[in-house]
């Protein structure tokens, strides 16, 4: 079993619906980032989070620490928004600042 | 800033002959990171720097790939000899310090054939 797994593996969306994807780990952390990859390659960090949520523009990410899960939301979908999302934990105990990543979640949004 | 500049962006070799990947930090930047991306294996942290000095370096592979960071703003990854499995995309990345996000950069896509 992967440490970080994340649902689902791929999704497709229309235009203006709203997304979640989920984050599921099984190390206690110290952080968890978001990423998205566009299909370019390029990466782009969206969120570090340690508790909480946060949100910026159309997009909102929530930690529950205890439940060792983490959801990325969009909201109002564009297919600008089509890209793999990684989910990325750092282990409480690795001592360093190293990041197990997630498989990712390919997302289409259709117009 | 323009950014993490990497460079190539794109590298074919033949099996063997030495490769040397380039990376340009954000300049204040204090963590500078080498990721690998496949498909087999996603995402993998390789090495990571801190104030120029290699910090954790137990995600190389093996004795073929190399690191340095002679100064702040720049840094390479050495492979020598190459081999096929080497093919990948590599990134670097660059951070202010532990706690803030990471900035990648555009990657450099290594054929190795």
């Known amino acids: 079993k992967n440490e970080v797994e994340q649902s689902p593996q791929n999704l497709t969306a229309q235009e203006g619906e709203f997304i979640t994807i989920n984050c599921s780990y099984s190390?206690?952390?110290?952080?968890l980032h978001w990423l998205q990859q566009h299909p370019g390659g390029g990466i782009v960090s969206l969120f570090m989070l340690s508790s909480g949520k946060k949100k910026h523009g159309r997009l909102i990410a929530t930690i529950n620490i205890q439940e060792k899960h983490s959801s990325l939301h969009i909201t109002a979908s564009h297919p600008r928004d089509s890209a793999v999302y990684i989910c990325a934990v750092r282990p409480i105990t690795s001592g360093t600042y190293k990041y197990i990543f997630g498989t990712g979640t390919r997302l289409k949004v259709l117009a | 800033d323009a950014g993490v500049i990497q460079s190539p962006r794109h590298e074919v070799t033949e099996m063997g002959q030495e490769v040397t990947l380039r990376c340009k930090p954000i300049?204040?930047?204090?963590?500078l990171f080498w990721y690998r991306q496949t498909m087999m294996r996603g995402l993998e942290l390789l090495i990571y720097f801190n104030n120029n000095v290699p910090i954790d370096d137990s995600g190389m592979p093996e004795d073929r790939f190399s690191a340095k960071m002679p100064n702040a703003s720049f840094s390479t990854l050495k492979i020598q000899p190459s081999e096929p499995r080497d093919s990948a995309v590599y990134f670097c990345a660059s951070s202010l310090n532990v706690n803030t996000e990471a900035f990648f950069g555009q990657g450099t896509r290594l054929t190795v054939v």
């Open positions: 300049s204040g930047h204090d963590y």
């Open positions: 190390v206690g952390i110290s952080a």
